[in-house]
Every structure is written in structure tokens, then in C-alpha cells.
């Protein structure tokens, strides 16, 4: 079922190239010896944003957001970020930099990441390449392969808030819908509730983050730990604002939390009896938590709908990923 | 005498903003607790090469020897590479990947460098942006401020043939002089002898790479050190080719090897007494660098032709950073 599309044959050519070292690639950080995690992450004007409806201020806030979202895939801390800068030198006046570095910094700052370097070079579009360099916790990391049969998924915060927003930005539709537009423009990595999650749950589970789309994420997590899973529908988190833009443009909502992406969300995969155990004595951290479904040793993806089985998921609408 | 640039106004304005996590940012990496290094720079088509007249294979050299530079520039160990790769969709066929993911791999490879993750992403250009994490070695940095009158100026290699050999790709000149171009196409960056340095002089002096051309990096240590310097021209090392290159195209070989830029070389200062007790003691270690000049409590660069001053070092001329 998990056909490969073409940028894990790219990675996968690539870490055929790189040998040895290779066997870092595959998950949202590299994790190397000393517990340290790196990961870097590129917004290129055009294919991830566009000036015409983002500010630089929310740019520089999600260029940083997403590249903290990684280090949560992993349940990872955030230390210090170098920030490439690429763009026309028309780009270059004060205000343009000073804008960007604000929201760069108010993201990171945020975060609790220090902002130690960077680079500035011409370039035909803006583009910004950030490199976040952070530690592994005390419990350990969560990989997307430590999915096993019997696990509950869990899911953070709600899907298909952040595509309903870019479908209101592309129509200039600026009012309607402020929560969707912003999850869009400065989504919230989940670095406390990964936190949470790794403190109440050691390193036995699976853990990515929804860059790509929940739909992805359920299938990076099967494939990558063979195994497959049973998700409710009806149980996906969707905010009532996501439904109406679904609704008054016409579509499904369950394509735009499946498929749509830059969520920025967390999967995760843990046994039941862990999650119940958290859920029963800690029920304030474990309320960002909510089960969607259940990993069983199959070799699909099937979606419910309560009891129900309803569609299949669609591989082929998952969030192109060169991009 | 030291005006700054617009990328050195850029970079001052974004230290102010990113407050204090900004003094980290100045020298060639940052330097952060536990000895971490961290750099990252990158090469965008039509600004840094022109896919004309370079192979992937030694764009992919390139790209990671420009990054260990930035190690070697204060004498570290290169440990990590991240690679985010942003190029359009017509790039990514398996031949194009392949050949320059060896070229990157040969590189780090040679440097004892493993790559262990990277980005895809597509955009207008092919951009190749690398981030590298290294250690300071036991004996600590050298940085661009630790430069005293009295020192003596060091270099290694050779200066202006990149710039020639730029000039003779530009030209479709593929023959005549192949230390040039081997020179522009494969740089080597001076991690050994960095390392010999700091084993022989410990932290007390100043370094920095010219990837900006011989002249910015004389510049940069003297504003950075508040220090002057006499420069003579006549010891600059210049290769033979680069000379006949200068000569068959009318140039001045002094402005190439002064402003050429891309030689990814180094610059060292030392006290005399150090050098020249490395000198007597390991001849072998010290002949890697040659004296150009010495360091004064002037507040300019003056360059001598022998013991007769020759022309005023020219910032205009400068390679220009915004690139």
C-alpha cells in the first residue's frame, strides 16, 4: 500500500549516496551522538508562501515555527537557530529585514531558541533557510517507527484549519475566519505538549508532526513501523470555523484535515494502558491529547466513521511533498 | 577607514534585533557553550555559479567546501552536515541528484564529515544551502578580533587563481590553465593546516578564510581587532597560471589576488615570537604559511611594494558581500 512518492525515492537515493551516515536521514531531526538533534528546513517564495498574502512579520514567524516543529516530531528541546537568508537585492532596506528578524525572533524567543547566526545572500525569490540545533530529553526521542500494534493514535490541537486559511488568503478573504488565517500564518509548534507526552510516556511510542498533513503523517508512521491502522474520522479534532469554510466553498471537510497540511499538529502512537495511566493521573497535560484511532497489524490505513467503515485513504492527495 | 558595507550594516542591524543571543554572530561560525560550532551558507544559481560552467558534481564539491571554510576559519573540527536543497521540478531526476550528491559526499568525505539530513523543497533556481556543526578543538578558536600590533600576517596557498579561473569558464576557456580552474571549481578549505596552527600558537591570535578575497578578510580582522596593517605585495603567493592569466587578459594580478574573492584560503595572525619558534621547531607543519605582512596600531591597511608603499588597499573593490 505505501507506495513511495518521489521525494522518499530521492531520499532514499540520497541516503544510499551518503552511506553510513545516512542512517540519520529518515525522521524530522537527525539524532546524533551527545543527544544532539539537528534539522533544517527551507521557505521558498512562491512554492511555500506568497508576499502578497503574508506579512514579513508572520513569515519570519512561521519560517521559524515550522523549522520548531521538527524538534517536537521528536519530543526534542530547542536550542540555537541559524537562519540562510536568501532574496532580490530590492529585498534589502531596513524595514523588509527588521520585519522578518521580528517575527524570526518573536517565534524563537517564544520557543525559548537563540537566534546565534546566519547568512544573507542575492537570490531571484525570498527565501528563508532555517537550521535548528537542539538536544534530546532526558526520556529520550520518539521516532516515527516505534508504532506497534495496540497502540492508541493521539492527536494534538485540530486539522484542516491552516489550508482553510490559505483558501481564505488566496480569495482575500481577510475577516471571516481569523481562526483559520491564523493557524496559517503563525501556527504554534507543539514543543510543550511533545514535551508532556515524552515526560508521561518514556521513549516507547511513535512521534511525528503533521508538516505534510495528517494523512502523511498516519502513513509515514505506518510504513516506517510497519504496521497499520484503524482512524476514526468522526474523532479528528476540526475547529467549527475550518467546517464552515469547507462548507461555504463546497468542500469535504475530512479532505482538508486529512489531506491538507501545514497543520503543524503531532501524531502519536502509544500503548493503551500508557495512555489510560497518563489520561487517569494527569488528566490536565494529557487534555491536548486526543485519540482518533488505533494501530493494528494490518497494512492499511482504515478510515471509519464511528463504527462504520467509510472512504479509503487517498495517497494520492497527500500534500505534494517537493515542495 | 572602515566603512561598512550594506551586508555589514544588515548584519549589525539584525545583532541589535535578535538582542542577546546576537554575539554569537560576527565570525565566521558561531561559538555556543559545550564547544559547539554552527555555520551555514549558501549557493544560489546565477548569483554563486551558473550551471553553464559548472558539472553537479563539483557544484556539490563546492557547496560543502565554501561551509567546511567557514570551520577552518577559526580552526575547528567539522563534525555534521544538514543540506537543504531547493531547485525546480525539472531538477530532480535521479542522474542530477546523484551527481551532485557525490560531489557533496567526496567533499565531506575528505573532510571527515557526515552528512546526516537535509530538505527538499522546489524553487526557481537550484540553491544548495548547508548548515555544519563542529567542535572547537582543545586548544580553543581563533577568531577575526585577536589580531596586535607586532604580529605577523600569515597565509596559506595562493591567491587570485579562483577569480582566473572564473574568468576563463566565462571565457569557455577549459584548457589553458587547469590549477585556475581546478582552483574555482574544487576549492580545498584549509582545515589541516588551521589545526596545525591552533596545535602550534594556541587561541592568542586572529584568523579568518577569504572566501570574500584577500582584501575583505585583511580588512575584517583589522576592523575587528581595531588594528592596522602593512601588507607586501610582492609576498602574496600567486600561482604562475593566475599570473598568465592576468597577463593574457590585461588585468592587474595584484587586484586578483587583493579582491578576487572564492580562494578559501587563510589568514592568520600571530605574535613574531610564536611563528617563528613554530617555524624553527616544525618547519614541515609551518611551511603551509607564508608572512605577507605585519600588524600596527595604525587605523589602516598599507600596502608596501618590498619596502617602497605601493597603492592604497580598495574597499569599492571589494568583493561584494550581498552575494
Same mark, same amino acid.
Not at 30 to 46: C, M, R, S, Y
Not at 183 to 204: C, D, N, V, W, Y
Given at each position: 500500500?505505501?507506495?513511495?512518492?518521489?521525494?522518499?525515492?530521492?531520499?532514499?537515493?540520497?541516503?544510499?549516496?551518503?552511506?553510513?551516515? *545516512?542512517?540519520?536521514?529518515?525522521?524530522?531531526?537527525?539524532?546524533?551522538?551527545?543527544?544532539?538533534?539537528?534539522?533544517?528546513?527551507?521557505?521558498?517564495?512562491?512554492?511555500?508562501?506568497?508576499?502578497?498574502?503574508?506579512?514579513?512579520?508572520?513569515?519570519?514567524?512561521?519560517?521559524?515555527?515550522?523549522?520548531?516543529?521538527?524538534?517536537?516530531?521528536?519530543?526534542?528541546?530547542?536550542?540555537?537557530?541559524?537562519?540562510?537568508?536568501?532574496?532580490?537585492?530590492?529585498?534589502?532596506?531596513?524595514?523588509?529585514?527588521?520585519?522578518?528578524?521580528?517575527?524570526?525572533?518573536?517565534?524563537?524567543?517564544?520557543?525559548?531558541?537563540?537566534?546565534?547566526?546566519?547568512?544573507?545572500?542575492?537570490?531571484?525569490?525570498?527565501?528563508?533557510?532555517?537550521?535548528?540545533? *537542539?538536544?534530546?530529553?532526558?526520556?529520550?526521542?520518539?521516532?516515527?517507527?516505534?508504532?506497534?500494534?495496540?497502540?492508541?493514535?493521539?492527536?494534538?490541537?485540530?486539522? *484542516?484549519?491552516?489550508?482553510?486559511?490559505?483558501?481564505?488568503?488566496?480569495?482575500?478573504?481577510?475577516?471571516?475566519?481569523?481562526?483559520?488565517?491564523?493557524?496559517?500564518?503563525?501556527?504554534?509548534?507543539?514543543?510543550?505538549?511533545?514535551a508532556a507526552l515524552i515526560e508521561k510516556t518514556g521513549s516507547r511510542?511513535?512521534?511525528?508532526?503533521?508538516?505534510?498533513?495528517?494523512?502523511?503523517?498516519?502513513?509515514?508512521?505506518?510504513?516506517?513501523?510497519?504496521?497499520?491502522?484503524?482512524?476514526?474520522?468522526?474523532?479528528?479534532?476540526?475547529?467549527?470555523?475550518?467546517?464552515?469554510?469547507?462548507?461555504?466553498?463546497?468542500?469535504?471537510?475530512?479532505?482538508?484535515?486529512?489531506?491538507?497540511?501545514?497543520?503543524?499538529?503531532?501524531?502519536?502512537?502509544?500503548?493503551?494502558?500508557?495512555?489510560?495511566?497518563?489520561?487517569?493521573?494527569?488528566?490536565?497535560?494529557?487534555?491536548?491529547?486526543?485519540?482518533?484511532?488505533?494501530?493494528?497489524?494490518?497494512?492499511?490505513?482504515?478510515?471509519?466513521?464511528?463504527?462504520?467503515?467509510?472512504?479509503?485513504?487517498?495517497?494520492?492527495?497527500?500534500?505534494?511533498?517537493?515542495?
Amino acid at each position: 500500500m505505501y507506495v513511495l512518492n518521489r521525494e522518499q525515492k530521492l531520499i532514499s537515493q540520497i541516503k544510499n549516496l551518503v552511506g553510513a551516515s *545516512g542512517r540519520f536521514i529518515g525522521d524530522d531531526c537527525a539524532i546524533l551522538p551527545g543527544n544532539l538533534l539537528i534539522t533544517t528546513d527551507a521557505l521558498i517564495e512562491q512554492t511555500h508562501f506568497s508576499l502578497n498574502s503574508t506579512s514579513l512579520n508572520d513569515l519570519g514567524w512561521k519560517a521559524m515555527a515550522v523549522n520548531l516543529s521538527d524538534i517536537a516530531a521528536m519530543a526534542g528541546l530547542p536550542e540555537y537557530a541559524v537562519i540562510a537568508l536568501s532574496a532580490p537585492e530590492a529585498f534589502y532596506i531596513s524595514n523588509n529585514v527588521i520585519a522578518l528578524y521580528e517575527g524570526l525572533q518573536a517565534c524563537a524567543d517564544h520557543y525559548q531558541t537563540s537566534i546565534v547566526g546566519g547568512d544573507i545572500t542575492r537570490g531571484p525569490v525570498l527565501a528563508i533557510i532555517i537550521t535548528i540545533v *537542539g538536544r534530546a530529553r532526558q526520556s529520550g526521542v520518539l521516532r516515527r517507527s516505534g508504532a506497534k500494534a495496540g497502540d492508541v493514535v493521539l492527536v494534538t490541537g485540530d486539522f *484542516g484549519a491552516s489550508v482553510a486559511g490559505l483558501r481564505l488568503l488566496t480569495e482575500n478573504n481577510f475577516f471571516s475566519f481569523p481562526y483559520c488565517l491564523e493557524k496559517h500564518r503563525r501556527p504554534q509548534p507543539r514543543l510543550t505538549e511533545a514535551a508532556a507526552l515524552i515526560e508521561k510516556t518514556g521513549s516507547r511510542g511513535a512521534l511525528m508532526d503533521t508538516s505534510d498533513g495528517l494523512a502523511d503523517a498516519l502513513a509515514q508512521i505506518s510504513q516506517a513501523s510497519s504496521v497499520g491502522m484503524q482512524i476514526d474520522l468522526a474523532a479528528i479534532p476540526m475547529h467549527a470555523d475550518t467546517r464552515s469554510v469547507a462548507s461555504q466553498a463546497n468542500l469535504d471537510p475530512y479532505d482538508l484535515a486529512l489531506y491538507g497540511g501545514e497543520d503543524y499538529e503531532l501524531v502519536a502512537c502509544l500503548p493503551k494502558a500508557v495512555w489510560q495511566a497518563w489520561h487517569n493521573q494527569s488528566p490536565e497535560s494529557a487534555k491536548a491529547f486526543k485519540v482518533i484511532g488505533i494501530v493494528n497489524d494490518t497494512d492499511n490505513i482504515q478510515l471509519m466513521f464511528g463504527n462504520e467503515p467509510a472512504r479509503q485513504l487517498d495517497l494520492k492527495k497527500v500534500f505534494q511533498h517537493i515542495s
